[in-house]
C-alpha cells in the first residue's frame, strides 16, 4: 500500500492490469513478458494499519476492490507449539500438487445448469441491488465476478471442470464474508464480522 502511491509506481496499474488478466511486460526489458497471468498475492495487516494506510483515491481507483480482505482472529493459545506434523505436511502438499496438476489440464471451466440458475436468480441480483454508498459500494464493486472467480477455484480443488450449485453457493458465502470485513475495516459498524453485519453478511 505503501510502495504504490510513491511517485512514479507503476505497481497499481499492474495489479489492475493482472486482475483483468491482461499480459503485463516491463518498458525497459522487452524479454520480461507474462501473457494471461493468473496471479495471487497473500497479505496481512491489522485493521489499523489499513486504516492509516487507506487512502479515497485508490478506493475510488479501483485498487482495494481487487483485493479480497478476510478477517481473521487467533483462537487457540500455543504457547509451546511446535509446529505442523511433518506427514500432515507432507499430506497436505501431495493433495495441492495433485489439484494444480488437474487444473493445469483444465482449458475452460463451466457452469453447471443449477449453478448458472442460482448464480443468475439469486446471486447477481443480490450483489448488484447493494444499498451501500460510498467507500463500502467501491469495495463492494467486483463482489459479483468475485463469487465467479472463487467458484471455479473450488471446482478445481474438487478436480473437476464444472462449476456445481455448491461451488457456487460456498463461494458467495466467502464474498459475503468479505463484504462484512470491508464494513468492519471502513469503519462502518463496530465488533468484527464474527458477530455479524446485518442478516446478509453472517456467515
Not at 478477517?71 to 506434523?85: T, V
Not at 477455484?153 to 468479505?178: F, G, K, N, W
Amino acid at each position: 500500500m505503501s510502495r504504490g502511491r510513491r511517485e512514479g509506481s507503476s505497481l497499481p496499474g499492474v495489479l489492475r492490469q493482472a486482475w483483468d488478466g491482461e499480459d503485463l511486460g516491463s518498458m525497459v526489458r522487452d524479454s520480461m513478458k507474462a501473457t494471461s497471468p493468473h496471479i495471487a498475492i497473500p497479505g496481512h495487516i491489522t485493521p489499523d494499519e489499513f486504516r492509516a494506510k487507506m487512502q479515497d483515491s485508490e478506493m475510488a481507483g479501483g485498487t482495494y476492490t481487487r483485493f479480497l480482505p478476510i478477517f481473521c482472529h487467533r483462537n487457540l493459545i500455543l504457547p509451546e507449539s511446535r509446529g505442523a506434523d511433518a506427514q500432515l505436511i507432507d499430506n497436505l502438499a501431495h493433495g495441492w500438487r495433485t489439484v494444480l496438476n488437474d487444473a493445469a489440464m483444465v482449458d475452460q471451466v463451466q457452469l453447471s445448469p443449477h449453478a448458472r440458475a442460482l448464480y443468475r436468480d439469486e446471486i447477481y441480483p443480490e450483489l448488484t441491488d447493494d444499498a451501500s454508498q460510498g467507500a463500502i459500494a467501491e469495495f463492494a464493486a467486483r463482489a459479483a465476478p468475485y463469487v465467479q472467480r472463487v467458484a471455479m477455484v473450488y471446482a478445481l480443488c474438487d478436480h473437476t471442470d464444472s462449476i456445481a450449485e455448491p461451488h457456487m453457493r460456498a463461494a458467495y458465502r466467502l464474498i459475503q464474508y468479505a463484504r462484512a470485513t470491508a464494513i468492519h475495516l471502513l469503519g462502518a459498524t463496530g465488533g468484527d464480522p464474527h458477530s455479524g453485519a446485518g442478516s446478509r453478511s453472517r456467515k
